[in-house]
């Protein structure tokens, strides 16, 4: 399968899942300082389309 980057600083994520979104797939992730969880729009998955989900996590 081929490889693609989605973006950097991914290091503080943990817990990622790839979920069926409105036309392409977006991503699960939680924040592991902060125990947050964020859900990013695909396919640009970057901070600017991010929507906190839950806490504790």
Not at 11 to 21: S, V
Not at 35 to 51: C, D, L, V, W
């Amino acid at each position: 399968s081929q490889k693609v980057q989605i973006g950097t600083s991914w290091n503080t994520m943990t817990n990622l899942a790839a979920i069926p979104g409105n036309g392409t797939t977006d991503l699960l992730a939680t924040n592991a300082g902060t125990e947050q969880m964020f859900r990013y729009i695909g396919p640009g998955y970057s901070g600017a389309n991010k929507t906190q989900v839950g806490t504790g996590w």
